[in-house]
């Protein structure tokens, strides 16, 4: 990469990171719009009971995380020698298409359909695209490569959901749609023009990419994520209805939460791939113990405006500061497969996704009220924690080759 101008290497950060951006805008207004969804595509199960309906309307967050959860290994394994550069534009091709069949879908079942589709390409994305970042800055910026892509996901949740949940309430969830499919035509023509080709790792193969999974740890590190990250999906899946129903605001007020929230995310994300890079326990240590802390904050205060607002930004804050070690953290258990790696943190964030709505919306339909999700968040991001702690014990033990945690002090 040395023979890129900075200026052509800003360009193409920031084309990875505008891909980042789709994603956020994709994964996220669903939880914004759940509402509208509920009363589109369900509309005689909402006559009968919004919070009902809303529970159910809550898989469209579930199907596209468990299409993440199923296309990141497999596309991470069947592409292992393909140029990263190649892997992005096809990667965001299906994104624009599964993004337009959701749009245009006439029924639930077929939204979901388009959701699942769309979701495929997720996981690998964030993998192959991190991986080009962390080459672009060079040595030693490895959780920094992937906190550039996750701060276009971290700047949707600034700006982009809300003027797409916006967008959405005026116009419809299906312009909103295909208003994110605009996003992702956009990103591949930038993606086309300013991000240079690089090769796939030397040796690359299916097999030595699928050889990760014979590491308990790999398996160990994406528990982590799926369950302790689950924590801040019980709380955002169902942001819309608590600022509603729980807090007593117009709905005008959803896309204002949304924003503070991704403040939270973007301070936290930005923070996060520092502390990262400079000591990995540490980072997702501390990251838990403040997921935990926040989460619990927004159960007890988000009946008030005032501790609403507070809690959603120290909730995204915590959460999006554990990102970047969580996916550096897999890499350095998998440094023979890094694409599988990156894209497997990237299926175990979102079965955390998937849990945290699906468990969410399980104590809601049984009648615990919204803010019962965020006790759920409370369980899994401590277990989370706990997988961590005896992740990094394990590595005392038997420390692995590549993985950078082993160097760190004992103390982290």
Known sequence: MENLTAGRRWAALLALALGGFGLGLTEFVAMGLLPDLARDLLPAAY????????????????????????????????????????????????????????????????????????ALAHGAYFGAAGLLASSMLGPGSQARGFAVVLSGLTAANVFGVPLITSLGQAAGWRIAYLAVAGVFALTLLFVLFTVPEVAAAAGGSPRAELGAFRSPQVWLAAAVAAIGFGGFFAVNSYIAPVTTHVTGLPESYVPWVLAVMGVGMTVGNALGGIAADRNLRRSILLGFAAMI?????????????????????????????????????????????????????????????????????ITIAAGWGYLSAAWIGVLLAGTGLLLAVLSFRLDRRAPLPGDATRLEPAAA
Do not use: C, E, H, K
Request: hydrophobic share 60%; proline share 5%.
């Open 293 to 361: 802390a926040t989460v619990a904050l927004f159960g007890v205060v988000a009946r008030n405006p005032v501790g609403l607002f507070a809690a959603a930004f120290l909730v995204g804050a915590a959460a999006l500061f554990i990102g970047p070690a969580l996916q550096a953290r897999l890499i350095a258990v998998a440094p023979g497969a890094q694409l599988m790696g990156a894209a497997v943190n990237q299926s175990a964030s979102n079965i955390a996704n998937s849990a945290g709505a699906a468990l969410g919306g």
């Open 47 to 118: 006559a009968r009971s919004a919070p009902d309906a809303m529970a159910t309307a809550g898989w469209m967050i579930t199907s596209y995380a468990l299409g993440v959860v199923v296309g990141a290994p497999t596309i991470a394994a069947l592409t292992a020698r393909m140029p990263r550069r190649r892997l992005v534009l096809g990667l965001l091709a299906l994104f624009l298409v599964g993004t337009v069949a959701s749009a245009l879908a006439p029924t639930f079942g077929l939204v979901l359909t388009g959701r699942f589709v769309a």
